[in-house]
């Protein structure tokens, strides 16, 4: 007789993705514009927004660490997400812009840093049904849809001010989730591998790397200025809502045919025209913020600039790191491309900003570009490396 399966938390799972990425879609849209009502000049949004994203380049690595070492994961995690939530209550008392670094820094660092560190609670409670985990994670996108949807609406009567208060409230109940939610598996601790730097000095997970930042790094306008750049551009606040919410939708409808397109067209020649896509993609929105057909179809292109690149790159991951390296290869990939990346990439548009604001877009698309230049020269699927 076969050992039956102990019972899924589902909606307990699925809860956490669901006010996770909700805060996210909290935050990303209208951050910038609060902090714009509180009188910020453009370089301290930049600033703020970066640290948003920065703290992805060491916190990942930092509780990974801490758990794999204490063996207490669901237990960090819920700590963690409480110091995040306390961290960003503490903004009632002191909104200036040092304060306002100090605390954001820590409350991402303790949110989104353990994010990775869920997703092996969530692996845990999916042994034997891991064909279950993209129905889990799908309520992370409902979620990001969710908030961004409603808070359009919300500001369209209501001040910005609230902002705050409804970030914490998701920040809350992301907590609650934790503590109704345990680990099924002890923690392992990792033994000692190969070293890591004997991938990156291949010359295709060099290029890899490289190339994908720059691709992450050209999103930082989109992520830090794009509400602003719409709003002085006569969009009223329900409709950049749509517009953000017609991304992720497009995100999920490639997501979704994703093993086909990667059956039918093929990795390489797929990523290269995500790559290019997405140099368009910012083309598109510097030179007609005003045109609600040019936002939407740029929009929509985020299924490829977003979706594509980060599914094939985390295939390519899978084929050139190896089982031994996967997680450092995965931590490499959120702490590099996507954390430094975005940092360096909301930074340098917050400088650029006052300079030309369609110009910091052109940049973006420059930076793209110069991506697409790199993965075209550098980047190949595992069964064409023989051929380089």
């Known amino acids: 007789m076969t050992k039956e399966q102990p019972s899924l938390p589902y909606w307990r799972l699925s809860s956490f993705y669901f006010f996770n990425c909700a805060v996210l879609g909290a935050i990303l849209p209208y951050w910038g514009l609060y902090m714009s009502s509180l009188s910020f000049a453009y370089a301290e949004i930049g600033i703020i927004s970066a640290v948003l994203m920065a703290s992805n380049i060491v916190a990942p690595y930092f509780w990974g660490w801490l758990c794999d070492h204490s063996g207490r994961r669901i237990s960090i995690i819920r700590l963690g997400n409480f110091i995040a939530a306390v961290s960003f209550a503490c903004l009632w008392m002191d909104d200036s812009f040092y304060t306002m670094v100090g605390l954001i820094f820590v409350c991402s660092f303790c949110w989104q840093g353990l994010n990775s560190q869920f997703e092996i609670i969530t692996l845990n409670n999916l042994t034997g049904r891991v064909h279950v985990y993209s129905q889990i994670r799908l309520w992370g996108s409902v979620g990001f849809i969710a908030a961004v949807s409603a808070l359009g609406w919300v500001f ?91 991304a992720v939708i497009a995100e999920l409808i490639c997501f979704a045919v994703m093993a086909k397109l990667f059956h039918r067209i093929g990795i390489r020649p797929l990523f290269l025209f995500s790559v290019v896509m997405t140099a368009v993609r910012w083309l598109g929105i510097g030179y007609l913020p005003e045109s609600l057909v040019m936002l939407a179809a740029c929009q929509l292109l985020h299924g490829l600039s977003f979706s594509v690149v980060h599914a094939t790159v985390i295939e390519l991951i899978r084929q050139h790191f190896g089982d031994h390296n996967q997680g450092r290869g995965q931590a490499l990939y959120c702490s590099i491309c996507v954390g430094l990346g975005q940092a360096v990439g909301v930074g340098l548009s917050g400088w650029l900003w006052d300079w030309s604001h369609a110009g910091t877009f052109y940049l973006s698309a420059a930076i793209a570009l110069l991506a697409g230049a790199i993965a075209w020269r550098w980047v190949y699927p595992k069964t064409l490396e023989s051929a380089i």
């Open 156 to 246: 369209e009567s209501q001040p910005l001010t609230y902002l705050p208060i409804i970030v914490l409230s998701l920040l809350l109940f992301m907590w609650v989730t934790t503590l109704l939610v345990g680990d099924r598996n002890a923690s392992v601790r990792q033994q000692a591998n190969t070293p890591i730097t004997e991938n990156i000095r291949n010359p295709l997970i060099l290029g890899l790397i490289v190339s994908v930042t720059l691709i992450y790094l050209s999103h930082g306008t989109y992520y830090g200025f794009y509400s602003i750049y719409l709003a002085e551009s006569g969009i009223d606040n329900s409709t950049i809502g749509m517009l953000w919410t017609l």
